[in-house]
């Protein structure tokens, strides 16, 4: 049984007359009395009786012009979404972000900017670390990332740079360099630090830990957090302080300083990721929008 069965038979049904419906439709007469057979021929029942010059249902296809109408307006709305999903209309996005930036700056922005343009869209978004990300979009799980340190030797995925934040200093709000603005490295010998875990971020732990070596430093780490949430929350509670990205200043707690370092210099390129293959409609409109945010056409 074919779909055109079903539109010329509902076309006969409506216009009680097949040389009405064949115009109707655009066909030859011959054309859909045959169409009409076959279904009768393949449902194993008469569906029309003669009524004059023109045809009238039977019981039988008065029945089954219940199903067939059915049949129509499922087969209409299933072609309207899968138009607007091929559309980027509606459908869903995954994705991912380091928590600090999530807070303020392009990856909100780019957010809200989809969601206006294409309410349809269900936007999802998954705070993870770079690591975790990169896995996921490498496997699928996740469409979309905003991430730091992402091998540039991946050949599956692609990147844009998005933003550049610097590695600032965060001590509580009653430490002794509070409100000093600006530290050397050479004055936090013998302090407490907070970190994250090497496995958490490799890339940028190797980067620190040699800029602070090149520079005759070796911070003294006596706790870790995997989050900068985390590492935010152990430092506000007086027992160390952080090297921390800047973007942390968004949402930083009320007791918590940041402060520039002298001649540390080292830079976080914040990526948008995403994976080569990747075919969802609604990707291409979200990277548009975080290309006219980020201010680059790449």
Known sequence: MEFRHFRYFLAAAEEEHVGRAARRLNVSQPSLSRAIADLEQELGVRLFARAGRGIRLNPAGRQFLEGARRVLAEVERAAASARRIGAGEIGQLDIGAVDTVSWS??????????????????????????????????????????????????PATRALAVAEDEVVLAVPGDHGLA????????????????????????????????????????????????????????????????????????????????????????????????????????????????????GTKG
Not at 122 to 133: G, K, W, Y
Not at 215 to 229: D, L, N, S
Not at 259 to 285: F, G, H, Q, S
């Open 105 to 154: 700056g392009v990856v909100p922005e780019a957010l809200r900017a989809l969601r206006s343009a294409r309410p349809g869209v269900l936007l999802r978004l998954f705070p993870l670390s770079s690591r975790e990300q990169l896995a996921a979009i490498q496997g699928g799980r996740l469409d979309v990332g905003f991430l730091y340190n992402r091998p540039r030797d991946d």
């Open 179 to 294: 409100g000093t603005g600006r530290v050397a490295l050479r004055d936090l010998t013998g302090e407490a630090f907070v970190s994250f875990p090497r496995a958490a971020s490799p890339v940028f732990h190797d980067r620190l830990a040699q800029a602070c070596a090149q520079r005759g430093f070796r911070p003294q780490v006596v706790q870790e957090a995997a989050t900068g949430a985390g590492i935010l929350a152990i430092v506000a509670s007086g027992l160390g302080i952080a090297f921390v990205s800047s973007a942390v200043r968004w949402r930083r707690p009320h007791n918590i300083d940041l402060l520039e370092i002298e001649n540390l210099n080292l830079k976080l390129v914040l990526d948008c990721v995403w994976r080569e293959d990747n075919e969802a409609p609604a990707l291409a409109p979200f990277l548009d929008a975080v290309r006219d945010l980020a």
